[in-house]
T-cell receptor
Framework: LAKTTQPISMDSYEGQEVNITCSHN???????ITWYQQFPSQGPRFIIQ???TKVTNEVASLFIPADRKSSTLSLPRVSLSDTAVYYC???????????????FGKGTKLSVKP | GAGVSQTPSNKVTEKGKYVELRCDPI?????LYWYRQSLGQGPEFLIY????????DSGLPNDRFFAVRPEGSVSTLKIQRTERGDSAVYLC???????????????FGEGSRLTVL
């Protein structure tokens, strides 16, 4: 299973764009890249998922270069409520089978200041 | 309910006691996952069910931990002879099907906080 590496923490200010990069050098051909957000005392919450190039939804954008060895989660114009831990995961389309153990790393703790 | 429900939300027990934690997944979700999270750490995979069967239990730390999902819906995580090191938040997640990794997402509950004194 592909291992991921993210910065332990990041600081930002309200209104700024935040980019969190995740390295996954041994990502497999069938692996997708998924990001989750977790607030204290809550379970992780899905943010965005992609396979290659760029994906955008109402919350964030995900940039994946051609070699797919890294990915960048982009949060536009963050607010105080975006303060949370962000996790990058990689897994295959059939991870529900023998690859059921989706691995969470320690994540990136984002602190947004006024 | 609309989301994944976990009970109890908090459980305090004494070392050596038996504990059961329950997870009620989103209706229709065939895949169910258990994770354990310690303070300052990411969720640690324990076990995954596809339907009634445990498709991957490689994350269970030892034979004191066991999980069941007899009817393919509600799951119970069972911990025997609890130890202080078992103290953590136990998270349950469900997904629509085993292809969630490619096109879907995991829906997590709020977790059950276990404290072993």
């Amino acid at each position: 299973l592909a291992k991921t590496t993210q910065p332990i923490s990041m600081d930002s200010y309200e209104g700024q764009e935040v980019n969190i990069t995740c390295s996954h050098n041994n990502i497999a051909t069938n692996d997708y890249i998924t990001w989750y957000q977790q607030f204290p005392s809550q379970g992780p919450r899905f943010i965005i998922q992609g396979y290659k190039t760029k994906v955008t939804n109402e919350v964030a954008s995900l940039f994946i270069p051609a070699d797919r060895k890294s990915s960048t989660l982009s949060l536009p114009r963050v607010s105080l409520s975006d303060t949370a831990v962000y996790y990058c995961l990689v897994g295959g389309p059939n991870y529900g089978g023998s690859q059921g153990n989706l691995i969470f790393g320690k994540g990136t703790k984002l602190s947004v200041k006024p | 309910g609309a989301g994944v429900s976990q009970t109890p939300s908090n459980k305090v027990t004494e070392k050596g006691k038996y504990v059961e934690l329950r997870c009620d997944p989103i209706s229709g979700h065939t895949a169910l996952y258990w994770y354990r999270q310690s303070l300052g750490q990411g969720p640690e995979f324990l076990i995954y069910f596809q339907g009634t069967g445990a498709a991957d239990d490689s994350g269970l730390p030892n034979d004191r931990f066991f999980a069941v999902r007899p009817e393919g819906s509600v799951s119970t995580l069972k911990i025997q002879r609890t130890e202080r090191g078992d103290s953590a938040v136990y998270l349950c997640a469900s997904s629509l099907n085993s292809l969630a990794g490619g096109s879907g997402e995991l829906f997590f509950g709020e977790g059950s906080r276990l404290t072993v004194l």
